[in-house]
């Protein structure tokens, strides 16, 4: 498989401007609301569909790829749908489809306003994550990048009250900085390899540059794409972002923003870098310190989170970090695991955030402390809570244990012992904040609850589909998507040679 | 043929217009708007067949008198000089396009007058671009100084003010630049900037060349409003009518700086400019001064146009910048900014002048969520425009920041990239502030109820006033994405040994 040949297609083109050219159709249908969600899960499932017909020729090696025009000189804008970038774009834009349809459900319920503006921005945000994903080169990269930094903030900021336009402030000032530091490290790369496509192996190969420089080009690059990757002590806007509605931060800030955030940390080692270079400038080292801090102390902080919402934010954020640390540990299993890690974070913690959302929708609860014996009542969703809460912890057979599997396995293989106690430490600090919940729910008398039930059904079903999905790739890893195959090659594909 | 004669009927028929418009005005008041606006109906026109004719067969040069030089006044109508003319010239036909009314409004009586100057303004602009001789630009300086001293005087209460010291200032400018060139004539013999060109290397050593580049620098650096020699500028722009600064915001101080560009590249030669005077390097010192200045002044304004004017002495700085990094990704950037800038600030003070229009005033602190509402395409392209200014892709803005940004890698010029970093996010903040505003800010009167979703209906301005600022926002789109069309022009044009 390590013979891969790229062929011209328009695919990946379309995928990405499919729900960029639903955008005026669904502001024009701003007075029929059943119309407007139309064009929101059509424009899911085609994009969905598209970006699966391209999964079979990858598996094969063959690699999509599309140059849509010169950007600047030497520089295309371009696309390739290589597997990697297949992996994210099939996560993001399959578990749109759910989010959409949970989105109708959570806005209704909750008789938001300007419905119009949240639809149509979550469309252009999937834009900007499809492209992100099939970004050939840097530039495009951080294109795509920001455009999703912009196109996000409406969804940040949508309840418009002080802590959603304090949040959105903080957001854009953080991502904002993370951009022009991005673009400062994309021209010095280009300065001194005179190219910015993204290769297998990284594009620093022969070339002798100093400690210091390659050092500090790194830290440019961690910055920049460390914030969206929600790496400490750049993650603070993530908890704040929770003033968002619940399906902007499932999707958004458990699935599409901060995954792309760790995408590019995994493009940045992968594929700019390189294993070899990461290794001899003892960049993997720095890289290690920054996620295992943040694994443990992000883990810390959950603990002490009252709000539901908070409590998931800090638990996203150690949990970004496990992928950092499996890229960081520069060995298979470690690259694999934090690949695979990718796509059962996703799933795991969408439905955690959806379930919130459906608490919030039905009982008009946040807190922790008040969700005594809520089992009760919505049962189906807090039992959708503990299979996601399960397997972020880590316990079979739910996905979440095959991918820290994985990354504890990359751990020994790059002889860090240190990384596996702090991957089962985070694992009993997983369970340390999420059982208590579930304890609550089930096993404690609630007050006050009689006249509720449970959450609507377009709320429900999402929420049991993708804990469904969790169990599955747990037990089957390849099912549907061959996940874990793409995991296993990309990192191979990366280490060769190493 | 008439090609031939294309640089010379640039300025004379606006110059013809200037003599027309008051005399047929004595007969008919009326008469006044249609010939200035056919006259840069067809300015524009010739200015495209132009350009083209000029790409396809090569320049033009036009001896006047059908005296050869240098001792007959030479213009040289190449493509870079014939693209900076058609952007002038398009966006003066925008402007007037929305003068229409504009005018009407904040001119009442003088309108007869006050197109003949218009028309005086733009032969001055033209003369300047497309001249090949120093003293003939010294007249068109003057020329377009005069008259923009003029438009500007026409203004509010405070206005002749401002103008009379935009004026004093000015003509100490553009003295200096009379003395420059007149030592370096004294030295060399002749004031073609051509034979010039062939002539300096042999002088170049005395002193007295020494002077007329400082001189000449500071002379045209005044008129910039290069940092710290802006003080004109503010007051000028926020007091003169709306007509007269979207004309002089964005294209005056750009043609000062397309003039300077020139004298750099073209006759003194980048190696004279930079290293042997260091020249180069005092210029990006002071647009970096300019550029930070002019940001955090921009945050602190209270009202919009003073606002823009401040942010137009940040942008100018990028372009003296560009020109004192003195490298071709330098220039490059530079002259993209000068475009790009000119197309941004135009749409934004035509916006500025909408509002104006509609609400009677310019405060930032009064505009609101109705502005959403009422003016929806205004505060689209408002949008664009702010968003194209902070350099978010793919709109121009972020492209002319890329090239400054390389260009200031390949001088390992540290402090100018994270000036011009940080001034992207500073850039960001004030408007930011105005879209925050303008989209979720609720009005505060007590007729509407606390639901947002009072009836305002659309109270969009008239079309001719909506049509250019709509049409500069998508060329700021169509400008960004296509680039690399413009640069590839630019590079051809950079003399040899760049």
């Known amino acids: 498989m390590e013979v891969f040949q790229t062929y011209n297609s328009v695919i990946p083109f379309y995928a990405v401007m499919i729900s960029l050219a639903v955008v005026p159709l669904i502001l024009l249908s701003d007075k029929n609301p059943n119309l407007r969600e139309f064009w929101t899960i059509a424009a899911a499932i085609i994009k969905f569909i598209l970006v699966f017909t391209l999964l079979p020729g990858a598996l094969e090696g063959k690699i999509a790829s599309y140059s849509i025009l010169e950007i600047a000189p030497g520089v295309e804008l371009a696309l390739k749908a290589d597997q990697f970038g297949i992996f994210f774009a099939l996560i993001a834009s399959g578990l749109w489809i759910f989010t959409s349809i949970y989105s109708i459900g959570y806005v209704r319920g909750n008789k938001e306003k300007k419905q119009t503006r949240y639809f149509a921005s979550f469309a252009v945000c999937l834009s900007a994550t499809i492209g992100v994903a099939f970004a050939a080169n840097l530039l495009t990269f951080i294109i795509f990048y920001e455009v999703l930094t912009i196109a996000t903030y409406p969804l940040v900021i949508h309840k418009e009250n002080k802590e959603a336009i304090s949040a959105g402030r903080k957001y854009l000032l953080y991502t904002l900085s993370a951009g022009a530091v991005l673009i400062a490290a994309a021209g010095l790369t ?35 794409v460390g914030v969206k990757a929600g790496i400490m002590p750049l993650h603070s806007w993530l908890p704040a972002a929770m003033a968002a509605p619940t399906p902007v931060s499932a999707l958004l800030h458990a699935v599409a923003v901060v995954k792309s955030g760790v995408f590019g940390v995994v493009r940045v080692v992968g594929f700019v870098f390189g294993p070899e270079v990461m290794q001899s400038y003892g960049l993997n080292n720095i890289l290690f310190v920054f996620a295992g801090a943040t694994i443990i102390i992000a883990s810390l902080i959950a603990l002490k989170q009252d709000n539901l919402k908070k409590r998931l934010a800090y638990s996203t954020v150690g949990h970004l970090s496990y992928i950092v640390l499996g890229v960081a540990l520069l060995s298979p299993a470690g690259f694999t695991g934090g690949i695979f890690h990718i796509a059962t974070h996703a799933t795991m913690k969408i439905t955690l955030f959806f379930c919130a959302g459906a608490i919030y929708v039905n009982l008009h609860k946040e807190n922790i402390s008040e969700l005594n014996g809520i089992g009760k009542v919505m049962p189906w969703t807090m039992a959708a809570f503990t299979i996601g809460s399960m397997g972020l912890a880590g316990i079979p057979p739910i996905n979440g244990f095959v991918s820290k599997w994985f990354l504890g396995s990359g751990a020994l293989q790059a002889d860090m012992n240190i990384a596996l106690i702090i991957l089962l430490l985070s694992g009993l600090l997983n369970a340390g904040y999420f059982f208590p919940i579930i304890h609550r729910a089930f096993f404690r008398e609630g007050i006050g609850l009689e006249k509720y039930k449970e959450a609507s059904m377009m709320m429900v079903i999402p929420i049991m589909i993708t804990a469904v999905l969790s169990v599955l790739f747990g037990i089957y890893p390849d099912m549907f998507f061959n996940f874990f195959e793409i995991a296993l090659s990309v990192s191979s594909s990366v280490m060769k040679g190493f | 043929m008439i090609e031939k004669n294309i640089p010379a009927i640039l300025p004379l028929i606006f110059l013809a217009a200037a003599l027309f418009i008051p005399l047929l005005g004595v007969w008919k008041k009326a008469v006044a708007y249609p010939i200035a606006i056919i006259t840069v109906l067809v300015a524009a026109s010739v200015s495209v067949y132009g350009f083209i004719y000029v790409l396809l067969n090569g320049t033009i040069r036009y001896f006047f008198g059908g005296w050869a030089p240098p001792i007959g006044i030479e213009y040289v109508y190449d493509p870079l000089a014939s693209f900076v ?55 068109f300086i003057e020329i377009s100084s005069l008259s923009g001293y003029a438009l500007i005087a026409v203004g509010e209460k405070r206005a002749p003010f401002a103008a009379f010291r935009y004026l004093i200032i000015g003509t100490i400018g553009a003295s200096f630049y009379l003395l420059g060139i007149g030592f370096l004539y004294f030295m060399s013999g002749t004031l073609n900037m051509n034979d010039l060109s062939s002539i300096l290397p042999f002088i170049k050593d005395s002193p007295t060349i020494l002077v007329s580049l400082i001189l000449i620098v500071i002379g045209i650096a005044i008129k910039m409003a290069i940092f710290p020699m802006h003080g004109w500028l503010p007051d000028s722009y926020t007091y003169a009518p709306t007509t007269s600064s979207s004309l002089i915001a964005p294209i005056g101080t750009k043609v000062g700086a397309y003039a300077l560009l020139r004298l750099m590249l073209f006759v003194f030669g980048i190696d004279y400019f930079s290293k ?27 009202e919009i ?69 009422k003016y929806p395409w205004t505060m689209a392209a408002f949008t664009i425009a702010a968003l194209s200014m902070v350099g978010i892709p793919p709109l121009a803005g972020f492209f002319s920041k890329w090239y400054l940004a390389l260009g200031t890698i390949e001088n390992n010029a540290w402090l100018y990239l994270a000036v011009i970093l940080i001034s992207s996010l500073l850039n960001a903040v004030y408007f930011f502030r ?29 079309p001719s006033m909506l049509m250019p600022v709509i049409a500069l926002a998508v060329g700021l789109v169509v400008l960004g994405i296509f680039n690399v069309l413009l640069v590839d022009q630019i590079y051809k044009m950079m003399p040899a040994g760049l």
Do not use: W
């Open chain 1, 190 to 224: 280009y300065s001194y390899t005179n190219t910015l496509d993204f290769t297998a192996g990284g594009i620093f190969g022969g070339l002798n540059l100093s400690q210091g420089s390659i050092t500090v080009l790194f830290m440019l690059f961690l910055a920049g």
């Open chain 2, 305 to 373: 146009k003073r606002m823009l004017a401040y942010s137009s002495i940040a942008q100018i700085g990028y372009i003296g910048l560009g020109i004192g990094l003195a490298n071709p990704l330098g220039f490059i950037g530079a002259l993209l900014h000068l475009i790009n800038h000119a197309f941004m600030k135009a749409c934004l003070f035509l916006v500025a002048g909408n509002l104006r229009l509609k609400t009677g005033n310019s405060d930032i602190s009064q505009m609101d969520d109705s502005f959403r509402k």
């Open chain 2, 85 to 139: 003319a058609l952007v002038i010239n398009f966006i003066a036909l925008l402007v007037l396009t929305h003068g229409y009314h504009a005018v009407n409004i904040d001119v009442k009586d003088r309108q007869v007058a006050y197109y003949s100057v218009v028309m005086l303004l733009l032969a001055g602009f033209n003369g300047m671009i497309i001249t090949g001789d120093l003293f003939n630009l010294y007249v």
């Open chain 2, 276 to 302: 042997d005077l260091q020249v180069a390097e005092l210029l990006a010192i002071f647009s970096c001064g300019g550029i930070i200045y002019g940001s955090i002044m921009a945050i602190a304004q209270k």
């Open chain 2, 434 to 462: 105005i879209l925050e505003k303008v989209y979720m800010k609720s009005p505060e009167k007590e007729k509407s109820s606390v639901n947002d979703q009072v009836d305002f209906n659309s109270e969009e301005v008239k």
